[in-house]
């Protein structure tokens, strides 16, 4: 005959599930952030209100000219901008990853902090001081002076045009897509783990022209895709597939944040536990599955009394 099934047993194991399905959804959920803009001229009312807005918000750590602030121990330092490029400037200002509050905060996606025409203007004004730097060193050039390659400054990418990534092709963009970026951002551009503590942004929220942006530029850990590599036809497809997965319906109902099958089959797996701990644990409040008491053996039988 079988043993009987204690009730405390039973509500320690539904209990244990419980805690295992909760642990596992806390540790998922810590490990899981239109059309070509106008590319900033150097008009020159445009480059003065990017002047004012460069005192303000930028010159502590880029300097006075934009040649950066070395790290030298004081804990306010920044890059050169020098050669940056328009749409490198305009993606950093756009998703709030510039201006940042302090030179160590990490370069994350942050509400704007500038609005379009704020935006333009310091674009504007970076590249009048990437021009200036550029006119200087072909000044110098000509007078004979040898500057090492690793010190010569381009002019920067500028802001893509991709005036015509609605119609572009699709399929053309999921190739690319898979075969450029997949690896990092998955196959849903839904972002994923990319090695130690990055993690590849999730582009669900991310603009056309951000996208487009970010393939030139190579925010982070991401390599540059120069137009040599991926030609500006190729990255409208590359948007505009970006696009679609992003904001398609899921034909499965719920898509749990489009995370994939990997990540889906282990929400499954959290649910599952928890709701099956639960019932473990109800079963053993039911009636007839009441605690007993253990003993170290069985109970002794009752005998006729000695006469």
Request: charged share 20%; net charge negative.
């Amino acid at each position: 005959m079988a043993a009987p099934v204690h009730a405390r047993h039973l509500r320690r194991l539904g209990l244990l599930l419980v805690v295992l399905a909760l642990a596992a959804g806390f540790n998922l959920a810590l490990s899981g952030d239109a059309g070509a803009q106008d590319d900033p001229n150097l008009d020159p009312a445009l480059v003065d209100q990017g002047r004012e807005l460069y005192g303000q918000a930028c010159i502590l750590c880029h300097g006075p000219e934009g040649q950066g602030i070395p790290d030298d121990g004081s804990g306010v330092y920044g890059p050169s901008l020098l050669g940056v490029g328009a749409a490198s400037v305009d993606f950093m200002v756009r998703t709030g990853r510039m201006p940042a509050e302090d030179s160590s905060d990490p370069l994350v996606r942050r509400p704007p902090q500038f609005n379009d025409t704020e935006r333009a203007a310091l674009t504007a004004y970076v590249q009048s001081l990437t021009q200036a730097a550029i006119d200087d060193q072909e000044e110098r050039l000509a007078q004979g002076e040898d500057i090492p390659e690793a010190e010569l400054i381009e002019p920067g990418p500028p802001i893509p045009d991709i005036q015509g990534w609605q119609e572009a092709d699709l399929s053309r963009g999921l190739e690319l897509f898979t075969t450029n970026c997949a690896a990092c951002h998955g196959p849903t551009a839904a972002g994923i783990a990319v090695g130690r503590d990055d993690v590849s942004s999730n582009l669900r929220d991310s603009e056309p022209i951000v996208v487009a942006e970010a393939v030139r530029v190579g925010p982070g850990v991401m390599p540059v895709f120069g137009d040599e590599v991926v030609t500006d036809e190729d990255l409208e497809a590359i948007v505009a597939w970006v696009d679609d997965v992003t904001h398609r319906d899921s034909a499965g109902g719920f898509a749990f944040g489009r995370g994939g099958p990997v990540s889906e089959g282990l929400i499954a797996w959290i649910v599952g536990l928890g709701v099956l701990g639960v019932v473990i644990y109800l079963l053993g409040e039911r009636e007839g599955t009441e605690d007993v008491v253990e003993t170290d053996g069985p109970e002794p039988t009752t005998g006729a009394t000695d006469g």
